[in-house]
């Protein structure tokens, strides 16, 4: 019977997307969700190709210490991320280094148009058969006055990315959810004293221990029915915050922890989303849109576990298959006989200091100047903007020189300069000279393209 009807299958779906190449499955973001989903479609030969966008790794990729991984007692949020996706690739996905800037899910094959995160200009459109969003969420901002100048420098979401460089200082956090609770009992073991604050007067964390915790640390403050209303400072950073009393409490960091928001502005009317912006899936993570399927924090305002996301992209990839299974094996033939274009080389034009002297050497050597890009391992940030330094050093080579500074093993330097966020690329002139600072993915992103316009 099987022998009969499948050849028939296989030439109907092979016309269906006959005049072009179609990737069996898209998968946009490569979170733990969207990896979980590449491993399953890659190792059932589906060749899934992830769309990784501008936040390798996702959100897990920025936790320090993940203890709810299971069969891990304890890994490093970077690490998990690095193992899903060389399992993936090991079964035959493809990672790109793109960000989606617009889809159409309003016939199949799917559009999907891109645009590569190391060079913006350039866009790319594929054609897909299924697709899975696996883009997450972005935090919540508080809107007040002082909050995004002082972004970077001093005022930050993430304490396990910039926790470390509040040492013995005073920092506050702001929420009361489990996030902010999380983030205060992080920053307790760094900083000398953390204020909380939380505008009800009960939190709205679920986890008791951990709020017993908190409140059984002794350099944390918990101030309920607290708003803020500005952020204060100095060229250098964040000295204080003013509450909606009038108050100032005097701080080193301000960690925001209030809540996040889905991204799925890309997918508004292509697919069915609910009043706060979450993407609507039925059983098996399909949405509104059949072949398009939607997992973890872009589905999820509430549970928002690395496990329930890994979950759902083993549902999605399980449904794909299924759903798939007529037509994948034309569509996989078609679409390995395509010479898929090879990731970029990897560069190595950036040097890594590995002491002081070697520092002061390269920085005032008066041949060039110096672009020097301070990092740190366990940043997420710093690896997503790694690439980009590479590729701009290749491309300025003999005009500038490009300098790396790991800020753990160099403190001093650090010190020096006044790093307080990460990542921070200085420009010197070639005589040494500080001439510009910039810190944060954009504000890095800027300075290069302007330097590359100005060769
Ligand atoms: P939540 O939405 O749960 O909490 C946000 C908090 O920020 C609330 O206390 C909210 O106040 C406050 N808030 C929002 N806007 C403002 C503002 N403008 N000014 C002051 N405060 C503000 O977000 P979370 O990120 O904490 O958690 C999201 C989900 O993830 C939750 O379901 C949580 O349980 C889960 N989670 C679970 C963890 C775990 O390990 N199990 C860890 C972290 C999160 P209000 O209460 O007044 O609205």
């Excluded at 997992?295 to 299924?322: C, E, K, M, N």
Aim: proline content about 4%; aromatic content about 8%.
């Amino acid at each position: 019977m099987y022998g009969k009807i499948l050849p028939l299958l296989l030439a109907a779906s092979a016309s269906l997307f006959a005049s072009e190449t179609v990737v069996p499955s898209l998968i946009i973001g490569g979170g733990v969700g969207g990896g979980t989903a590449a491993i399953y479609l890659s190792r059932a030969h589906f060749q899934p190709l992830v769309i990784q966008g501008s936040n390798p790794g996702g959100a897990l990729a920025q936790s320090e210490s993940v203890e709810n991984w299971p069969g891990a007692l304890l890994v490093r949020g970077a690490d998990l991320m690095d193992q899903i996706q060389a399992q993936a690739v090991a079964s035959g996905a493809e990672y790109r280094n793109e960000e989606v800037v617009s889809v159409d899910f309003s016939k199949r094959p799917f559009t999907i148009v891109t645009r590569s995160v190391t060079h913006p200009q350039d866009l790319k459109t594929y054609r897909a058969a299924s697709c899975v969003i696996a883009t997450g969420s972005k935090p919540n901002f508080l809107g007040i006055e002082g909050e995004q100048e002082y972004w970077g420098r001093g005022v930050s979401n993430c304490a396990i990315c910039d926790g470390s460089l509040y040492k013995d200082k005073r920092v506050g956090v702001v929420g009361g959810g489990d996030s902010a609770v999380l983030e205060a009992l992080y920053l307790a073991n760094i900083a000398s004293e953390v204020d909380l604050f939380v505008r009800k007067d009960h939190f709205r964390a679920s986890d008791e221990t951990r709020i017993e915790a908190l409140r059984a640390q002794s350099n944390v403050t918990i101030h309920f029915e607290t708003e803020l209303t500005e952020v204060l400072g100095v060229e250098s950073g964040v000295t204080a915050v003013r509450l909606a009393q009038g108050k100032k409490v005097a701080l080193d960091g301000l960690f925001l922890a209030i809540g996040s928001t889905p991204n799925t502005a890309l997918f508004k009317g292509q697919v069915k989303l609910d009043e706060a912006g979450y993407i609507v899936v039925k059983e098996g993570q399909e949405t509104s849109v059949p072949f398009v399927y939607a997992l973890g924090d872009a589905i999820d305002p509430l549970f928002r576990q690395a496990v329930s996301a890994a979950g759902d992209g083993a549902r999605a990839a399980l449904a794909i298959q299924s759903k798939l299974s007529a037509q994948a094996p034309a569509l996989i033939a078609a679409y390995r006989k395509v010479d898929l274009e090879k990731p970029l080389k990897q560069l190595a034009s950036v040097i890594e200091v590995a002491t002081r002297v070697q520092f002061e050497k390269e920085l005032r050597s008066g041949e060039l100047p110096v672009v020097v890009d301070f990092y740190a391992t366990w940043c997420a940030p710093c690896k997503r903007i790694a690439a980009r330094l590479e590729s701009s050093a290749e491309q300025l080579k003999g005009k500038y020189k490009f300098l790396k500074v790991n800020v753990d093993e160099m403190g001093d330097l650090m010190k020096s300069y006044q790093i307080r966020a990460m990542p921070t690329v200085i420009l010197f002139d070639k005589k040494g000279t500080l001439l510009e600072k910039k810190v944060g993915i954009e504000e890095i992103g800027d300075l290069l393209l302007h330097l590359e316009g100005a060769q």
